[in-house]
Each structure stands twice: as structure tokens, then as C-alpha cells.
């Protein structure tokens, strides 16, 4: 009877943890895993079906996940049920498969799923507790009637610790709870505060025959001794596979980072840093130092670089830093497209936008608006018509993203022609470019220095409201002085508006730039430019505010 009672609760007990298993695989993490899917329901023919149960999932890349239904006609119900459900992705399909991107988790967002995966847990050891419960009444009940003797008390306490202790110990063997780092987590008996006496709690036969250590510790000392276990994934011993309890392994340790975790110690070896215990005193943390987030000393120098380079074509021939500018814009076009691809499935033409593009700012040096406005319809029109010769799937997702790269890239860039064309085309050029630079720098070193409040932490997690303000500040000066000195004909209270309004477009571009890499999950578009990233992540805060120097400076001191 005993050995039966023990039993049944041990696999009542497995079944807790098997549950809590799940559940914390389909806790989105930073990193994609199938199992994140298994808790999502889409309509198949009028009726709720798992999606893991209508397609096959794969994980080519660490931050995205390939959905293949098995039925075509699934396609868009899956992709709708993805989008719907509270991953917060974005998901894509070209028609035979499904692409899902997950971009990297928030300060706030990583909080909310600790939150929920500490509520995971506790379900769990509710649970777990639930059942050694019941058990422990029904012995105390068997005991009672005497159906068990009261001799067979100690064999009824091994009992119950060597069933119970096979799902809780690191070694067990319990067949679903071996090898998860969560069931350790959740069964370690510590983390439900420290039992008074025996394993099954308080003993209505008192605390001699029968009484059971609890957890770990074998006497009331060591049990009040006993620290919460940490949840780490397991090791595996002899190159076992153990892919089932990957998505679990992702969620222990550092629970939503990105990081290594540090391996278990074998058998007889000294950690190098073991843990300390509740009341020792701890060593005050070194203070941390503030970090640029990139090789400043590489990207001063790139910007050196790329800045003589402009200033020597801008004064030399005008026509050679048209060159330059149609250069950039062909390489941008090209980060940008292949960015598109590789993380969308999204096959926007590169030919027709390259030579397009080229010619767009060629005509806006050459002809004024009027050539731009003619060069971009016709480079529209070239890329409906070279994206005809492929197949007729994805034919209006990849035209759509082309005509967004002909507005983004060339056509904002020609406003850059334009400035130039005018008389004194190279200041209002070089007074563009200061202005932009003189912007963001003052927005890097002011909210370095002093940003504490977030601008926009969903969208670009770096930026501060005191970076704004500095960049407010920084670009007003510049403007008051290069509308003095360099333009003919400006005022100083000019400056202090161009610098406004340069500030604001150079804030909103590197925020319009940073939500698409956030919805292609990258951080940079390229690595063309040591400590920079990519022309794009150059050409991010320039191009929209191109058209707006463009127009203040005809407003003020006409078009030349």
C-alpha cells in the first residue's frame, strides 16, 4: 500500500515537472527554439490544431526561426497565429515558408518574462507540494486504520525520500526529469523555505522513528543551511545528445542574456568561485566604467578619413564628390537589399536600383528637382518591370520594398546634389554635413556624459532625452555660426532654426533607421566602415535631413 501511495506521487510529481518544463520552453528568450511555438493554436479548417502539429521548425540562425507548414493552405493561419501570440514578432512568408526574426529583448520586456518565468516555477512547486501533501496524509491515514504497522514507519520514510529524491536530485533518474535544469530548480526542497522535521513535515508520531531529512541536508543544522539551488542546464556526460531539454538549458543560467554559462564542476574538483553563504559579508562591487559601445578610436579615425576625402572632392570638383555621393548610394542600396534578403526573404532588384539610383543624383545635379522627380519615376517603373522576369510570388512584397529603397536612399540623397548646385553649393554642402555631425556628436557626448531618462527604449535603447537636448544645443550653436560665416546673405537667428530642425530630423532618421534594423534583427546594416558598421548606419541621420536643409536654406538665402 505504502510503496503504491509512493509511487502514484511520484508520477504525479513528474508530471508537475514535465509541465513546468514546457512551459518555460515556450518563454521567448534571446535566442529562437522550436519549442517556443508549442503553445500556439491556429485555425485549420474551422478547428483550433497546435501549430507544431501542422509544420516543421528549424533554427538556422541563433535569432531566427524557419516555419514549413506541412499543408500550403496553413500558411498565412500559422503566420497570423505568430504574430498574434505574445512572442512580439514580426513573422514573413514567400509563399512556401515562414521566416520569424526575433529582434533583441528589452530592458523592460526581459522583466516581464522573469516575471512570468518566476510564476512558472511557483505553479510548479505548488504543485509538487500539493502532492507530497496528499501522499503524506494518506500514509498518516494507513498508519491510523491500522492497515500499516507502525514498524513499517521507517521503511515508509525511505521510501518516500528515495522515490521523491529521484525527481529532485541532480542525478536522478526519474525519465522526465533527468537532465532538466528547471525540475532541479523546482524541486529543490530549499526554495520552499527549510521543513521543521521529516521529509513529509511534521511527524504525528514525533520526531524519532521515521523522520526524514529534507533536501539536500541529512540534519536540521545542514537543512537550515541549505541555499536555493541555481537553475543551470545540464552537461552532457559522454557526448549524450540531449536536444529535448535545449530549450530549457536556453532559459537557465543567465535567464534572458545571451551569454555562456559556466560549466558544473566535476566530480572532486574545487570550484574556483564558490558561492558564499547567505551571511557572509560580500565584497562592494567595482565601480563600472561606461562603455562607448564601439571602437571610438577606429571610428574617429574612419570619420577623419571619410571626411577629408569630402571636403577635398567638395572643393576641388563638384562633380567629383557627386561621384562620391552616387557611390554611397549604390553601396547603401546594396546593404540595404541584401540585409532585406537575408532576414526578410525579401528580393528587392538590385540592378535597376543601382543604376537608378545613380542616375537620380546625377540628375538632381545636373537638372534640379525636375530631372530627380523624372529619374525616380523611371527607376520605379525599372524596378516593376525587372522583378517581372521572376516568379510571381512575393511579386508585390519585393516591388513594395523596391520603391521604398528608391525613396529612402537615392531620392533623399539628390537633395544633397541639389544643395550643391546652387553658387555657393560647396558651404551650403559642408554647412549640411557640419550641422548633421555637429548633432549627433553633441547627442553621443551629452547623453554619455549625463542621459539617464530613455528617449525611446523600445525603439533605440541608447538614446536619452538629455542626448537630445545636447544635440538641440550643439547643432543651434553650429547653425548660428555657419549661417553667419559660411552662407551668403544668412543671419545668426537663422542658424539657431536650422540647428532646430537639423536636430530634430538627424534624432528622427536614426530612430527611423534603428526601428528597421530592429525589425530585421540586426544591429548593423554592414561592416564596411571600422567602427561604424555600414554606409547605411552613415547615411542613417544625413538623409532625411538633407531636404530639410535643402528647403530652410532656400527659404532664407533662396535657391542660387
Not at 565584497?283 to 562607448?292: E, L, M, R, V
Not at 534640379?368 to 517603373?381: I, Y
Request: aromatic fraction near 6%; glycine fraction near 12%.
Amino acid at each position: 500500500m505504502i510503496e503504491e501511495t509512493l509511487l502514484e506521487a511520484e508520477e504525479k510529481m513528474e508530471k508537475a515537472v514535465v509541465v513546468a518544463k514546457e512551459d518555460f520552453a515556450a518563454i521567448r528568450t534571446g535566442r529562437a527554439h522550436p519549442a517556443m511555438f508549442n503553445k500556439i493554436v491556429a485555425d485549420y479548417y474551422g478547428a483550433p490544431t497546435p501549430i507544431n502539429q501542422l509544420a516543421s521548425f528549424s533554427v538556422p540562425e541563433p535569432r531566427m526561426a524557419v516555419v514549413t507548414p506541412f499543408d500550403k493552405s496553413a500558411l498565412r493561419n500559422i503566420e497570423q497565429a505568430i504574430r498574434d501570440s505574445d512572442l512580439g514578432v514580426n513573422p514573413s512568408n514567400d509563399g512556401n515558408i515562414i521566416r520569424v526574426v526575433f529582434p533583441e529583448l528589452t530592458e523592460e520586456r526581459r522583466r516581464e518574462y522573469i516575471k512570468v518565468a518566476k510564476g512558472k516555477g511557483e505553479d510548479a512547486k505548488i504543485s509538487i507540494r500539493s502532492v507530497r501533501r496528499k501522499a503524506k496524509e494518506a500514509i498518516d491515514k494507513l498508519i491510523k486504520d491500522g492497515e500499516v504497522g507502525e514498524d513499517e514507519g521507517p521503511p515508509c520514510g525511505e521510501g518516500a525520500r528515495r522515490h521523491h529524491g529521484e525527481v529532485r536530485r541532480p542525478g536522478g533518474r526519474a525519465p522526465e526529469a533527468q537532465g532538466s535544469g528547471a525540475a532541479r530548480g523546482l524541486m529543490n526542497d530549499s526554495s520552499w523555505g527549510t521543513p521543521q522535521t521529516g521529509y513529509w513535515g511534521q511527524s504525528d508520531h514525533g520526531p524519532g522513528r521515521g523522520a526524514v531529512p529534507a533536501g539536500p541536508a541529512y540534519d536540521a543544522h545542514q537543512a537550515q543551511q541549505t541555499r536555493p539551488m541555481p537553475i543551470v542546464p545540464d552537461v552532457p556526460e559522454h557526448g549524450g545528445d540531449q536536444d529535448a531539454d535545449r530549450g530549457v538549458a536556453r532559459l537557465s543560467g543567465p535567464l534572458f542574456r545571451d551569454e555562456p554559462t559556466r560549466a558544473r564542476p566535476l566530480p572532486g574538483e574545487v570550484p574556483q568561485n564558490p558561492e558564499p553563504m547567505p551571511h557572509a559579508p560580500q565584497p562592494a562591487p567595482a565601480p563600472q566604467k561606461k562603455s562607448a559601445g564601439r571602437d571610438l578610436g577606429a571610428a574617429i579615425g574612419v570619420g577623419v578619413g571619410l571626411g577629408a576625402v569630402i571636403v577635398a572632392s567638395l572643393f576641388v570638383v563638384k562633380a567629383v564628390f557627386v561621384g562620391v555621393v552616387a557611390v554611397a548610394v549604390v553601396v547603401g542600396l546594396w546593404e540595404l537589399t541584401t540585409r532585406l534578403d537575408e532576414r526578410k526573404g525579401i528580393k528587392a532588384p538590385l540592378v535597376p536600383l543601382a543604376l537608378g539610383g545613380a542616375a537620380m543624383v546625377v540628375a538632381g545635379y545636373a537638372r534640379g528637382a525636375e530631372g530627380a522627380w523624372v529619374a525616380m519615376a523611371l527607376t520605379t517603373l525599372a524596378v516593376l518591370v525587372w522583378r517581372m522576369t521572376a516568379p510571381p510570388e512575393g511579386y508585390l512584397k519585393d516591388v513594395t520594398a523596391g520603391v521604398f529603397a528608391v525613396f529612402y536612399v537615392p531620392f533623399l540623397a539628390t537633395f544633397v546634389a541639389m544643395l550643391l548646385k546652387a553658387e555657393d553649393g560647396p558651404w551650403r554642402v559642408l554647412t549640411f554635413l557640419l550641422l548633421t555631425v555637429v548633432s549627433d556628436t553633441g547627442a553621443y557626448a551629452v547623453g554619455w556624459r549625463f542621459g539617464t531618462h530613455k528617449l525611446a527604449p523600445r525603439i533605440s535603447p541608447g538614446k536619452t532625452r538629455e542626448g537630445l537636448l545636447g544635440a538641440v544645443a550643439f547643432s543651434m550653436a553650429a547653425g548660428a555660426l555657419c549661417m553667419q560665416f559660411l552662407i551668403d546673405g544668412g543671419q545668426w537667428w537663422q542658424g539657431l532654426l536650422l540647428g532646430l530642425a537639423v536636430a530634430a530630423s538627424a534624432t528622427l532618421g536614426d530612430l527611423g533607421e534603428s526601428m528597421i534594423k530592429r525589425d530585421l534583427g540586426i544591429k548593423d546594416m554592414g561592416t564596411l566602415l571600422p567602427g561604424h558598421g555600414g554606409i547605411m548606419d552613415r547615411l542613417d541621420s544625413l538623409l532625411p535631413t538633407a531636404p530639410v536643409v535643402w528647403l530652410l536654406l532656400a527659404i532664407f538665402v533662396g535657391a542660387g
